[in-house]
């Protein structure tokens, strides 16, 4: 059975056609138009946003650290374990090596 993508990509130039056509299903007007407690209020009975809070006053955005190329051997039915794993396996590497430090660096408990 073929799964039909629900992904549809348009060009910059058919996107603007779509507006010119008025396709777009976007009210900009009434948008720009509300006020800040109106704004609130239709986040608030937007099922997609329940129980989302977000601080943005203390938000940080803390961007990755570069990788480093690493060449070394691993036992083979280790490496297979996380290659059956899919796409990111690398990553699933990384990640249990970024727990192990962050356990060896942690304080020890008394």
Do not use: H
Request: charged share 35%; aromatic share 6%.
């Amino acid at each position: 059975m073929v799964r039909k993508e629900r992904i549809v990509r348009y060009t910059d130039d058919q996107l603007r056609a779509m507006c010119e056509r008025g396709e777009n299903k976007s009210d900009w007007a009434q948008a720009a138009a509300m006020t800040e407690s109106e704004i609130e209020t239709a986040i608030a009975s937007d099922p997609d946003e329940a129980g989302m809070v977000v601080d943005w006053s203390t938000l940080s955005v803390d961007l990755p650290q570069p990788k480093e190329v690493l060449n070394m051997r691993i036992d083979a039915d280790v490496l297979q374990f996380f290659r059956r794993q899919g796409k990111g396996y690398q990553t699933k590497i990384n990640a249990v090596l970024r727990s192990y430090v962050d356990q060896k660096l942690r304080p020890e408990k008394r």
